[in-house]
């Protein structure tokens, strides 16, 4: 049998040299189901919960406004960088694809461990207990609600997305299209009760301007991971490439559509929670919007707890279909075996982002549908390295060392194991168990 080697790394989707090709995902994602994922994944409980602590460390609601514009920003700049990527690297896995391509095998190692085993965890975890919290609520009036009966929801949450999104990639994608409808819905809502209170002439918390501003450049590097975490999911298309339809026009203009949507978005729901409430108010909530739903909605304020429950679960669906591509690539590939979790994002976007770089210098040739100027991810990669340094520099703390001890602790379980190949007939016998039991598909098949 003849050989045959790929001229292009950036391209390799293929293994051919052994009779094997790989499988790719079915083309089922549209446009409308494109921006349902970006806006469906950004809205979460962030907004919901995030403005009092932006606010915070901001010490003025004027430049609170500032930063949650910024954020929406850097947001799209990240995602204009992340298109470009997306049409010369048209394979699902986002950052890890990405880095795999460019950098090679052991820093997307690096990544797909840290993100299967912490990040995504992690962030999945804290949007299902928010879905928990506020869909328990209406059933404890006046008290707080058990932590049992919280995490026992939280798990139920975790336990559907998982059968919704092991069954069916369309009903995934249907699930995603009408809670991102209720949520805007909601949003609107938030946003409609603020205007009617902005004609009546409630003003008061914009009266004094900027006075008060936090100048330090840690508060304002917290204040904008406080910001950038209710617009996580800005980059979740690029994980999902290869079932995108049209990926070279899809992947764009649903990122252009998205992202505006939610930031406008974003920033008339603090408009309207700022004119509902005073700063003081707004810093004592412990719920933004349930304080703003009880002083705008009065009897109808359970609709917000409502709200931010279908929010939140449609948040942890989108997290749920981009997240299980980054397995299903590492997989694919031989390489599965709060502000921490900001400082991984930003190290990994930075890495990404200067990946792009370098195929703008370096390579210029290769072929792509879409182009963003090169100032853009210039930006995002001077906000990346910001966002890593603003914390350390201003206020270090431990746990920053334990992230860092955390990510290279990949290093044990790379080389025995993807570098020099080493595996254990236990391992081989429990995965080959798993594959059976859970009906996983290989990620190969005959080409003959």
């Known amino acids: 049998m003849r050989e045959r080697k790929m001229t292009d790394p950036l391209h390799s989707s293929t293994d051919v040299s052994e009779g094997k090709e790989k499988l790719r995902l079915k083309q089922e994602v549209g446009l409308i189901s494109g921006v349902s994922l970006i806006a469906g994944t950004m809205i979460g409980s962030g907004i919901f919960m995030s403005p009092e602590w932006v606010l915070h460390h ?60 912490l990040v995504r965890p992690a962030g999945l975890a804290a949007v299902c207990l928010s879905f ?124 252009m559509i998205a992202i505006p949507l939610v930031t406008c978005l974003y920033l008339l729901v603090n408009v309207s929670y700022l004119v509902a409430m005073t700063p003081s108010e707004l810093l004592s909530s412990g719920a933004v919007a349930v304080t703003w739903g009880d002083k705008v909605l009065g009897s109808w304020a359970w609709l917000i707890s409502l709200s931010v429950a279908l929010s939140t679960f449609g948040s942890s669906n989108g997290t749920f279909f981009s997240g299980g591509r980054v397995c299903y690539i590492a997989a694919r590939e031989g390489h599965m075996v709060s502000t921490e979790k900001g400082f991984m994002a930003w190290l990994f976007y930075g890495l990404t982002i200067s990946g792009l770089l370098y195929l703008k210098i370096k390579k210029p040739e290769l072929p792509r549908s879409y182009k ?13 390295v910001y966002l890593v340094l603003a914390p350390i520099i201003d206020q270090p703390q431990i746990e920053i060392l334990y992230i860092v001890l955390f990510i290279f602790s990949g290093v044990i379980f790379y080389f025995p194991l993807v570098r020099f190949k080493y595996h254990p007939r236990f391992l081989e016998r429990v995965t080959l168990h798993l594959q059976l039991l859970l009906e996983v598909a290989p990620t190969t098949k005959d080409a003959n």
């Open 372 to 384: 963003v100027p090169i100032i853009i991810p210039i930006i995002v990669l001077m906000a990346a």
């Open 132 to 255: 928990a919290e506020y869909a328990i609520a209406p059933f404890y009036p006046g008290c707080s609600s058990p932590q049992v009966a919280i995490k026992c929801t939280a798990a139920a949450c975790i336990l559907i997305l998982t059968i919704i999104n092991c069954l069916n990639v369309r009903l995934a994608t249907s699930v995603m299209n009408i809670f991102t409808a209720a949520k805007l819905l909601a949003l609107l809502v938030i946003v409609v009760g603020g205007l009617v209170l902005l004609a009546k002439g409630q003003t008061q918390s914009f009266q004094h301007g900027f006075q008060g501003t936090t100048a330090g450049i840690g508060a304002v590097g917290v204040a904008f991971y406080q910001g950038l975490w209710s617009y996580d999911g800005w980059n979740n298309l690029n994980y999902v490439t290869e079932e995108l339809k049209k990926p070279e026009v899809t992947l764009p203009r649903a990122l």
């Open 58 to 117: 901001m010490g003025n609601p004027a430049s609170s406004l500032l930063i949650w514009a910024a954020c929406g920003l850097l947001a799209m700049f990240g995602a204009l960088s992340y298109a470009e990527l997306g049409t010369i690297i048209k394979e699902s896995g986002g950052e890890y694809i990405y880095i795999l391509r460019i950098f090679g095998s052991f820093p997307a190692f690096l990544f797909a461990y840290t993100s299967v085993i």
